[in-house]
Nanobody, 121 residues
Framework: QVQLVESGGGSVQAGGSLRLSCAAS?????MAWFRQAPGKQREGVAV????????DYAEFVEGRFTISQDNTRKTVYLQMDNLKPEDTAMYYC?????????????????WGQGTQVTVSS
């Protein structure tokens, strides 16, 4: 079975940085990061398709985050700088975009269990 395991979450002060990692059990093409805060809808953060040099980010990222993959394309990273309290959420890794699907709509077949990010003011 395909497994995605996130790591790197934690508690930081506003303005701090975290680097999230997601390791997949198999080769993946599209990989993405989502987040969900209590009482709020899940929202897309960033997506990557390294084979096409394609990356996209949510508007709220505002240049603060960078998504990347390793050379095996089995691991995706999210470097988060200048974190804000509003970034506090559970962050999830997703992989295998459904053909014709929308990444922002969460049209992925596989999801990780999540890693908690807490940003204090």
């Amino acid at each position: 079975q395909v497994q995605l395991v996130e790591s790197g979450g934690g508690s930081v002060q506003a303005g701090g940085s975290l680097r999230l990692s997601c390791a997949a059990s198999v080769y993946t093409n599209y990989m993405a990061w989502f987040r969900q805060a209590p009482g709020k809808q899940r929202e897309g953060v960033a997506v990557i398709r390294a084979a096409r040099n394609y990356r996209d980010y949510a508007e709220f990222v505002e240049g603060r985050f960078t998504i990347s993959q390793d050379n095996t394309r089995k691991t995706v990273y999210l470097q988060m700088d200048n974190l804000k309290p509003e970034d506090t959420a559970m962050y999830y890794c997703a992989a295998d975009l459904i053909t014709g699907g929308s990444w922002r709509g969460g049209d992925f077949r596989y999801w990780g269990q999540g890693t908690q990010v807490t940003v204090s003011s």
